[in-house]
């Protein structure tokens, strides 16, 4: 992720700007940092997790998004595309042009080389304002891993991981079970490497 823009702009000035670009953007307090593209890996395992919580919540009011929904943290705060949204009751938007949720009840983030440490800190710990949250999912690319943190009373955070493509993750908000097979359906990991 790089730095698009150095001056500073108003979140109204991004969303313009964003809503009449070509590629996506992520806004945090003013500066707009141009996206990478996924790799073939980390769109089939979008792909299926959200294919396996669409198939779970179908006859639930719960809405699962792709990356193409933009997320808003905050007004003036961080405006980024969650790899996937799940959200359980009456969405919330940002203003009426209805393309940036406020409230969602899951966020998932597909981790990746060059983004697993800004996932997992400066993002995680922005995901975690948001009021409505109550549970984020990092999924692994290199081998069949979920970690899940789950909200608690006074803002903590219960770390849960589930290993293994025999084995399946909980959401608890969600109230469903997800296989790792599924979620790592036609997923080729490198082989096994035994450090020296």
């Known amino acids: 992720m790089s730095v698009h823009s150095l001056a500073l702009i108003t979140p109204e000035q991004y969303l313009e700007a964003e809503r009449k670009a070509e590629y996506k953007s992520e806004?945090?307090?003013?500066?707009?940092?141009?996206?990478?593209?996924?790799?073939?890996v980390h769109s089939l395992i979008a792909m299926n997790l959200g294919g396996e919580l669409r198939q779970a919540l179908k006859k639930r009011r719960c809405?699962?998004?792709?990356?193409?929904?933009?997320?808003?943290?905050?007004?003036?705060?961080?405006?980024?595309y969650p790899d996937i949204q799940v959200l359980c009751g009456e969405p919330l938007f940002a203003d009426d042009q209805k393309d940036t949720l406020t409230n969602p009840t899951v966020v998932v983030e597909i981790l990746s080389k060059s983004t697993e440490?800004?996932?997992r800190g400066f993002k995680f710990s922005q995901y975690r304002k948001i009021e409505s949250l109550q549970e984020?999912?990092?999924?692994?690319?290199?081998?069949?891993r979920v970690e899940r943190y789950l909200r608690q009373p006074g803002d903590q955070w219960l770390l849960t991981e589930s290993t293994g493509l025999d084995g399946s993750f909980r959401s608890e908000s969600l109230?469903?079970?997800i296989p790792l097979a599924e979620v790592y359906d036609k997923v080729e990991f490198a082989p096994e490497t035994t450090p020296l």
Not at 70 to 80: E, H, N, S, W
Not at 136 to 144: A, I
Request: one cysteine or more; glycine letters at 8%; a neutral charge.
């Open 117 to 119: 440490a800004r996932d």
């Open 136 to 144: 984020c999912f990092l999924v692994s690319q290199l081998e069949p």
């Open 27 to 40: 806004y945090y307090q003013g500066v707009v940092y141009a996206m990478a593209g996924g790799s073939p």
């Open 175 to 177: 109230a469903c079970s």
């Open 63 to 80: 809405f699962v998004y792709s990356s193409d929904l933009r997320l808003r943290v905050t007004p003036a705060g961080l405006y980024t």
